[in-house]
Structures are given as C-alpha cells and as structure tokens.
C-alpha cells in the first residue's frame, strides 16, 4: 500500500466522488499474492493515531441544531484517540468566523464546520484548506468543493420528495384530494428544495392538488401562527406536510385548538415529540420524513478517518469520500422504534 506522505495528500491527492455515491471493489481470478483493495486499512473502532478535531456550528437555538452538537460531543467521546475542540456556536457570520479562524489558530488536525451560511464562510473554509487543515462541510455546503474536503449532509429535496410520495401512496385511491404545505423559511435553498421536492412527487398522482402552502419560520409560534391560517383558510382538505418538526408542534396546537382531525400529517426533520406522537397514534400525525442529526457523529468518524490517514469502512478507497448525502427516511408507525433513540428534543 502507498503511504500517506503529506497531509496535502490527504486534501488533493485523491479523486471527488458524486454526492452519496460509493463504489464498488471488483473481484478478480488473478493470484491472491495481489492485495485486494479493499483489504485496505479503514478507520475502525481501534485506537489510532491522536487527532484534534475542531467543531464549529451556528447557534444551537433550534432542536435540531441543539442535537447536532450533541451528536458531534458524544461522538468524539467514543474515540480514545479523538479531541475535540467545539465553539460556542454562533448566527452572526462574523464571529463564526472568527471561533474557525481560532481552531485554525491553535493548528487542530481536522475542522468540522457547519455554517450559519454556507456562502458567506467559504472564504474561512478555504483560509483552512490552504493552511493544510482538511475541513468536513457538515451539511450546509460551501460555495466551492475548494473550500472542503469532504461534505457531508442531509438531501433537502430527497425529503419533500419522500413526503409527497407517503402522502401519494395514502390518497392515490381518493377521487379531488386536497393537501397543504407549512413550508419553512422561504429565503432559505433548502426550504425550496424541500418545496420542489414535494411539487415533483404529487406529479405522480393526478388525482392530488395542492391547494396552499404557507411559510413559517422553524419556531413553535410561527408553526401555531401560520398553521391557523391555512386552517382559517382551508376548510377542507385531505393531507398536510410540515417542513420541521419544531414548528410542528406549535402546528399541532393549532390544529388541536381548532378541533381538527379530517386530515393526515406528515412531519419533518425527526423530533423525539413526532415520533412519540406517531407511536402514540392519536392524532393527525402519521410520519415525519427525517434530516437526520447523527450527521455530525458521521462528520466526526470521518474527520478521525481523514486525521489518521485511513478510508470508510466498507469501501474499497483508499480515503472518505468527497461526498455524502444521507438518505431521508419516512418514520410511521411501522418503523418508528427503530428511530426512537435517534429523536431529537
């Protein structure tokens, strides 16, 4: 096997994989004295190699955001050999900047970055890179690969698609069927991947109409706010996806306080309080389409790969990928202790 000579190696020695893809090893009849490549070391639970990893995230005011950092805290925790140097987390692009530029400082092996927005840190992600730091992009992305060496994260459109399907399958056998959508921040990308996503899978059901959509804003109170509106507005209709888990609970209340239970519910993002809901099945919430945070336990195996020279188990490279996108799965009933411990609060 050839040795990792540099860390420069490790940032551009090796070719970018599409988003989510993994090859595939092949097999040969040639003699057996020839490695096969994916007999190749790959990072393991073992001790290895010390690596210190930085972590920085934007401000944890968001359930999803707050699991996030939980994930990446335990995560290191498993590893002997891991550090794990985390910000405070900030929303204002300067001082995020700013808690990078003091990881880069104090020369950390790898940086985990999960930016408050991806385009304005890439100029941060690319100072890294350039000091020789590999930089994992935790799922808002960069405005260029240049700036990352890995990204890793979540499939906005793959969600909104996931859920129209659900609800597809569910009303495909009703004559006129009416849903609506409590979106989230419209001046978000993702919020319009997750929209386009959704339009694209009612496209497969003719006999489906989605006949309104509100924005909110991924809190509780503008989940309750906006959610009475459409209420307001629609007195009838057969379906509703919610964007985020945490403005569906504020989404729940109202429907609650309306006395509403003539529709199904499909939720987002994977909460701890959607998953007991569908457990509980009670209510108007059936499934919720998650964006899972066990993406930053993800982002920190990878850093301690790509810190300790070593690829991902299971594949046959030599090194981590370029490129992860993580699948959204639909929780119902059916599945939903399988993802329980996963929840986030």
């Given at each position: 096997?050839?040795e990792?000579t540099?860390?420069?190696?490790l940032?551009?020695?090796?070719?970018?994989?599409?988003?989510?893809?993994?090859?595939?090893?092949?097999?040969?009849?040639?003699?057996?004295?020839?490695?096969?490549?994916?007999d190749?070391?790959?990072?393991?639970?073992?001790?290895g190699?010390e690596?210190?990893?930085?972590?920085?995230?934007?401000?944890?005011?968001?359930?999803w955001?707050?699991?996030i950092?939980?994930?990446?805290?335990?995560?290191?925790?498993k590893?002997?050999?891991v550090?794990?140097?985390i910000?405070?987390g900030?929303?204002?692009?300067?001082?995020?900047?700013?808690?990078i530029?003091?990881?880069?400082?104090?020369?950390?092996?790898?940086?985990?970055?999960?930016?408050?927005?991806?385009?304005?840190?890439t100029?941060?992600?690319?100072?890294?890179?350039?000091?020789?730091?590999?930089?994992?992009?935790?799922?808002?992305?960069?405005?260029t690969?240049q700036?990352?060496?890995?990204?890793?994260?979540?499939?906005?459109?793959?969600?909104?698609?996931?859920?129209?399907?659900?609800?597809?399958?569910?009303?495909?056998?009703?004559?006129?069927?009416?849903?609506?959508?409590?979106?989230?921040?419209?001046?978000?990308?993702?919020?319009?991947?997750?929209?386009?996503?959704?339009?694209?899978?009612?496209?497969?059901?003719?006999?489906?109409?989605?006949?309104?959509?509100?924005?909110?804003?991924?809190?509780?109170?503008?989940?309750?706010?906006?959610?009475?509106?459409?209420?307001?507005?629609q007195?009838?209709f057969?379906?509703?996806?919610?964007?985020?888990?945490?403005?569906g609970?504020?989404?729940?209340?109202?429907?609650?306080?309306?006395?509403?239970?003539?529709?199904l519910?499909?939720?987002?993002?994977?909460?701890?309080?959607?998953?007991?809901?569908?457990?509980?099945?009670?209510?108007?919430?059936?499934?919720?389409?998650?964006?899972?945070?066990?993406?930053?336990?993800?982002?920190?195996?990878?850093?301690?790969?790509?810190?300790?020279?070593?690829?991902?188990?299971g594949?046959?490279?030599?090194?981590?990928?370029?490129?992860?996108?993580l699948?959204?799965?639909?929780?119902?009933?059916?599945?939903?202790?399988?993802?329980?411990?996963?929840?986030?609060?």
């Amino acid at each position: 096997m050839p040795e990792l000579t540099s860390r420069r190696g490790l940032l551009f020695g090796t070719a970018a994989l599409g988003a989510g893809a993994l090859l595939v090893g092949c097999t040969s009849n040639e003699s057996s004295d020839e490695p096969a490549a994916n007999d190749q070391p790959a990072a393991d639970d073992k001790p290895g190699k010390e690596v210190t990893i930085g972590f920085a995230g934007p401000q944890a005011d968001h359930g999803w955001l707050n699991a996030i950092n939980d994930n990446a805290k335990s995560r290191a925790k498993k590893y002997s050999d891991v550090t794990l140097e985390i910000t405070e987390g900030s929303n204002d692009t300067a001082a995020q900047i700013g808690q990078i530029e003091t990881l880069i400082n104090k020369k950390v092996d790898v940086l985990v970055v999960l930016p408050a927005d991806g385009k304005a840190l890439t100029q941060v992600g690319l100072k890294a890179m350039r000091a020789g730091i590999p930089v994992i992009n935790l799922d808002r992305i960069f405005n260029t690969p240049q700036a990352y060496r890995c990204w890793i994260g979540g499939d906005n459109y793959g969600m909104g698609l996931n859920a129209g399907h659900y609800i597809g399958e569910k009303l495909k056998d009703k004559a006129d069927a009416k849903v609506i959508e409590l979106a989230g921040l419209d001046n978000l990308e993702l919020t319009k991947q997750r929209t386009q996503g959704f339009d694209d899978a009612l496209k497969n059901y003719p006999n489906i109409k989605k006949v309104a959509r509100q924005a909110a804003e991924f809190t509780v109170e503008s989940g309750q706010a906006k959610m009475a509106q459409l209420l307001q507005a629609q007195s009838k209709f057969d379906a509703l996806w919610n964007h985020d888990d945490d403005q569906g609970v504020g989404a729940l209340r109202a429907i609650e306080q309306a006395g509403r239970d003539d529709f199904l519910m499909v939720g987002g993002a994977g909460a701890l309080s959607a998953f007991q809901a569908i457990k509980q099945d009670d209510g108007v919430l059936k499934a919720t389409v998650l964006y899972p945070p066990t993406m930053a336990a993800s982002a920190i195996d990878l850093a301690r790969a790509l810190g300790q020279g070593k690829g991902v188990g299971g594949m046959a490279e030599f090194e981590i990928p370029a490129s992860i996108t993580l699948y959204s799965a639909v929780v119902d009933k059916e599945n939903v202790d399988q993802y329980m411990s996963t929840g986030f609060k």
